[in-house]
């Protein structure tokens, strides 16, 4: 499946988070500098309860980059997560290496479209 910008980013937070920007962008960049330090680890928690079938915890960690992903405005990336959490919360396994591997194309895809701003 291919995304446009629109699909991958709401643009309404980013501009808000422009908005708090000093004349060089450092908020913004900073923010999005923090989420990609952030971003690796909770993705390999995220991978890690998927295969040991940890439901509770991937529920958790899907959460967490869920919330980080909105914070920033990659609201593709935070859907996904979203449906990992709430199948993981669920009791449901079935899906999430399809839906975990597109975490990673999404978040690549995203990072892509934020540099563009």
């Known amino acids: 499946m291919e995304y446009s910008n629109e699909d991958l980013l709401d643009m309404s937070i980013i501009q808000g988070l422009k908005e708090m920007n000093d004349e060089d962008n450092d908020f913004f ?9 952030q971003y690796p680890e909770l993705y390999h928690k995220i991978v890690a309860n998927a295969q040991s079938k940890d439901l509770d915890n991937l529920s958790k960690t899907a959460h967490a980059l869920k919330g980080a992903s909105l914070n920033i405005g990659a609201k593709e990336l935070a859907n996904i997560c979203k449906t990992v959490e709430i199948n993981s919360k669920n009791g ?9 591997s597109k975490i990673q194309v999404v978040y690549k895809l995203t990072m892509d479209a934020m540099s563009t701003l």
Request: a negative charge; charged letters at 40%; zero cysteines.
């Open 92 to 100: 449901i396994s079935e899906g999430s290496d399809e839906l975990i």
């Open 29 to 37: 960049k900073e923010i999005i500098d923090l989420y990609n330090e």
